[in-house]
């Protein structure tokens, strides 16, 4: 049984940090492309960052810079490390593992970036 879990979310105000954890259990996790989506109330889902099998990373512009992605292969985890928070960074960030044509999802972890 294929698990995503993610930790880290929380209330964090304006200008600051978080780090969010994905804990991948059930696939050969160096073998998967990893992705970070979020989700904010009434919007789309849309993808915020990727680390391929191969340590490469993508981000979407309105996080380049301020975000950065990362896999611990040893411990099947993928982090994301949120600095320069926004209150539009508010959403729910969901793990995706990706692989040829597998796709799992955790069940997400809220942020909320509010003074």
């Known amino acids: 049984q294929v698990q995503l879990v993610e930790s880290g979310g929380g209330l964090v105000q304006p200008g600051g940090s978080l780090r969010l954890s994905c804990a991948a259990s059930?696939?050969?996790?160096?073998?998967?492309?990893m992705r970070w989506y979020r989700q904010a109330p009434g919007k789309q889902r849309e993808l915020v960052a990727t680390?391929?099998?191969?340590?490469?990373?993508n981000y979407a512009d309105f996080v380049k810079g301020r975000f950065a992605i990362s896999r611990d292969n040893a411990k099947n985890t993928v982090f994301l490390r949120m600095n320069s928070l926004k209150p539009e960074d508010t959403a729910d960030y969901y793990c995706?593992?990706?692989?040829?044509?597998?796709?799992?999802w955790g069940q997400g972890t809220q942020v909320t970036v509010s003074s």
């Open positions: 680390i391929t099998s191969g340590g490469i990373t």
């Open positions: 059930g696939i050969i996790f160096r073998r998967y492309n």
């Open positions: 995706h593992a990706t692989r040829d044509s597998q796709n799992y």
